[in-house]
């Protein structure tokens, strides 16, 4: 159990060295509802220049994108994210 916690610390302090903000491209992140997105992406969302984060009322991450499942707010997010972002 040591190990497991050493190594839990590792990779917290190289996550924590990453310089986010030399990230110069759109990101997006897809969550549901019940994935506490706003706590799994506060760093993005404080550190990127372009970032949108996509939350689906109602979802989990599972069903968010489950097939024949998929709700249209996803393709709807998706699709607007893609077009603000494709260079024409």
Known sequence: KA??????????AQLERLDLS?????????????????AKTHRLWRELDDFTNLVLP???HLSAVMKD????????????????????
Request: charged share 30%; glycine share 8%; aromatic share 12%.
């Open 58 to 60: 109602g979802k989990g």
């Open 22 to 38: 030399k990230i110069k491209f759109p990101v997006m992140a897809i969550n549901g509802e019940f994935d506490f997105p706003l």
């Open 69 to 88: 499942f998929i709700p249209q707010a996803y393709i709807d997010g998706m699709a607007a994210f893609i077009q603000r972002n494709n260079p024409r």
């Open 3 to 12: 190990r497991a916690e050493e190594m839990a610390q590792r990779r917290e």
